[in-house]
């Protein structure tokens, strides 16, 4: 069987194609990505992160506009987040950012709600308004223990249904 120069030309160039496709869907699925400006950099502090990560969307409305850039621990001791959002925005002063989770096992991402304050964030700037995430185990436990802030009062009934008022039952 002889070589082809063509045949072997074309196999080539699948490869490489090949070898394009792969490195693409790399760089989309890593979240990489260079826009050609430079984003309007934010903070945020948060009492409870959970579990947001890196390059986590930034979403205003449903929409993305950005991602999280940095999480590190701040001087008074609460999760400072460092946001990195498009640069086209102009968003007001009392802007809140909120954790919140996609789904309900789903990750975590910021969300923006805008305020309505004539005066616009600048690069830098640390918004004020921040609501931390809501950690689901932490919930279950609270229910499961009963310190969910019942303050009926109610005493533990026996088997019968009597209400023992917290003694234990003696035997028969």
Known sequence: ??????????VGLFVLVGLGAIA???FSVGGVSYN???GLSLFAS?????GLKPRAPVVIAGVKVGQVKTIELGK?????VGLDVDRDLKLPVDTSASIVTAGILGDRYVSLQLGGDEKLLNPGDTISFTESAVILESLIGKFMYGRTGDSSGAQPNDSNGTNTGGAEKKGS
């Open 1 to 10: 069987m002889t070589r082809s120069p063509l045949r072997d030309l074309l």
């Open 24 to 26: 693409y869907l790399s």
């Open 36 to 38: 050609g400006k430079g």
């Open 46 to 50: 948060f009492d409870q992160t959970g």
């Open 76 to 80: 008074d001791f609460r999760a400072r």
